[in-house]
């Protein structure tokens, strides 16, 4: 999940929202999402919703939200979450992150002080959490299949997860528009990765083969996904409170190996959040793992007892 966007859906009729139709709607996105709407973004509601409100036959979003706290909504609950966090992704977006992966993250993490600490035949495994369409997922693949002889054969594997289905589709097809390859990716890599398809380009098998894709929610227990080399959560929690904010990047910390990287969006940042991520100097949005620290020994002994 990332950023959602207002569209240009057409907007519902006025009609004011109840506050329990508010409340319905808001706890809905936070306890199933972590994305927080206050009473400043009616408008997203608004733009977000109305193709489910027409399709459903309904007045308003007051009739929604009542739909929703009845019995057996849960598929239409999924419909609503998907719409308010389906969002716009680009390849190699805002750069920056992409050129510190390749000429930084993947030279340190097959060096052979760190190799060492990983079995051979161990993949490296990336995390591209909130992939939405998979642009993110196919950039870190694209630059791994340039990287073989800094990897020196060792296997990267990449994992994207997202909660909105629709969006995990499309980015299993690595079919993508004109207008989306135009965004971000550079000319050579369009010519090298891609084949035109109609009026469409879809990425080279190759590439395809390198992600995997599954639904997953932030907000859920990751232990199942396994271990991470690196993970990029670019822009996902500056939708989150601070409480589920701490939750999620603690969790990700547990995943990760002491020579791991994290990589945040430009607005993002870990200070009053966590104590187990730190920035890495003179990098912006890039932080290394910190190990939890050791209980003192009255609490170990309390434990203990």
């Not at 550079?186 to 398809?197: A, D, N, T, W």
Request: with cysteine; charged share 20%; glycine share 6%.
């Amino acid at each position: 999940m990332t950023a959602p966007l207002p569209s240009f859906a057409p907007l519902l009729p006025i009609a004011p929202l109840l506050p329990i139709a508010f409340d319905t709607l808001a706890n809905l996105l936070k306890t199933r999402s972590g994305l927080i709407i206050g009473t400043d973004k009616l408008y997203l509601l608004e733009t977000r919703l109305a193709g489910i409100v027409k399709r459903e036959k309904l007045a308003d979003l007051n009739a929604l939200a009542e739909r929703l706290r009845r019995p057996g909504s849960d598929a239409l609950a999924r419909d609503v979450v998907e719409a308010m966090t389906t969002n716009e992704s680009f390849f190699f977006r805002d750069d920056k992150p992409f050129a510190h992966f390749r000429t930084q993250a993947l030279p340190r993490l097959a060096a052979a002080r760190f190799a060492a600490a990983r079995p051979a035949g161990t993949p490296l495994r990336v995390w591209s959490a909130a992939a939405s369409s998979g642009q993110e997922a196919y950039s870190l693949a694209m630059i791994v299949a340039e990287s073989g002889a800094v990897l020196g054969g060792r296997k990267v594997e990449i994992v994207g997860t997202d909660i909105a289905r629709d969006q995990l589709t499309r980015a299993r097809e690595g079919l993508y528009s004109q207008f989306e390859v135009q965004r971000g990716l550079p000319v050579q890599m369009l010519m090298r990765y891609f084949r035109k398809e109609d009026s469409n380009w879809r990425i080279a098998e190759a590439i395809r083969a390198m992600a995997q894709f599954r639904e997953y929610n932030l907000l859920s227990d990751l232990r199942a996904l396994g271990r991470f080399d690196i993970v990029f959560c670019r822009n996902v929690l500056i939708y989150f409170d601070q409480p589920t904010k701490t939750r999620v990047l603690e969790a990700i910390a547990g995943l990760m190996p002491p020579d791991g990287l994290l990589y945040l969006g430009g607005a993002e940042t870990v200070l009053g959040i966590t104590a187990r991520f730190a920035a890495l100097p003179n990098e912006r949005g890039v932080y290394g793992v910190v190990s939890p620290a050791p209980a003192s020994a009255a609490s170990q002994l309390v434990a203990a007892g």
